[in-house]
């Protein structure tokens, strides 16, 4: 394992053991404590959910938070939830995934030159973490970032993750300012160092299940990703 390999690692072990957000922890242990009735025979991961997949990507898909019952059960990061089941087969297709179905931490995904990641780390009520809950979460992603050594693309799914990787480049001091960057479906940026920006809607259930987002628009984004990323 290298450097960067095991130093995400040691990152992961530390957000997983995260208590900055109280709201977000009390939050996410009662909904584990409860459960939901389709999943009352499992153990619900109830922490913080770590990043997942190739320390050596060339691509970081970042969403906004995992899901009370589908990440916030699993313990991996879009696992067990429609926004999941949406991914996933995408990302194979793609050939970023080894398999289409995602359903738990040991189901043996494995992910090639893309890493995913969050700018929140706990799921929030109702989807929405505050601003300050997305202010504490911050400093886990520019640590990330800084350890993604190969990192080429970065592709934020939904305007909070958009907003989200914007603020990391400023407090990195490589964007003076947001102007100028507008999230919609498919855009992308040319970014200072050399990385390409690409946005795209939320592979949610409420975009999804409406067709505001299709397989086809979802999966040319990642098609894009992989060219620009030099993976082709």
Sequence with gaps: MGVSADSLLALNARIVSCERCARLRAYCAEVARVRRRAYADQEYWGRPVPSFGDPEARVLVLGLAP?????NRTGR??????SGDFLYPVLHEAGFASQARAVARDDGMKLEGLWISAVVRCAPPGNKPAPEELRNCAPWLDEEIGLLRKLRVVVCLGKIAFDGFLNHQLRAGRIAARAGFEFRHGAEYALPGGLVLLASYHPSLQNTNTGKLTRAMFLEVFRRARRAAGLE
């Design 67 to 71: 899901g009370a019952h589908g990440s």
């Design 77 to 82: 990061i879009f696992t067990g939830d429609g």
